[in-house]
């Protein structure tokens, strides 16, 4: 005798993995960013809708994609410049090209040409600054897009 898989609804709220990371399927386009955006806990969401926006107001010709359970920004022919991810305590922005903006993002990665930007609940986000790093991150060779 064989059970049929029963699938969840189509409203079922993706699962959140540790820290409170959503796990959305790998998918191209604005509709998975937004679904990721959407099942991000708490506080969190409305910090990812403000990055959102601000990436699309700072790059209008961003491409977006789900990978790895985090939404990713690139640009066609260049590839990925910046991904963020929920971990229970902040928000990690990583700069994939990090190390050639000026100023550098704060905090080192084990690949030395990636740097994050930490924010934390309450913490006040210089959008300035951000933009700028997101202008210079969308004008450098990303990583590959796929």
Known sequence: MTRDKIKPPSDAKPKLLSGGNPQIAKADGNGPVQAY?????EWKQDI????????VRTVPEVQKAVRWN???YGIEGQGWFLTFHCFTKYIK??????ASLEPLPPIASKDPNTRYLHIH???PIDDARVAEWIRQASKLPGERMF
Do not use: C, K, Y
């Open 70 to 72: 985090s939404p990713f």
């Open 48 to 55: 990812g809708r403000r990055l959102d926006a601000l990436i």
């Open 37 to 41: 955006i959407a099942a991000m806990p």
């Open 93 to 98: 922005v990583a700069f994939l090209n990090g």
């Open 121 to 123: 609940q309450d913490e």
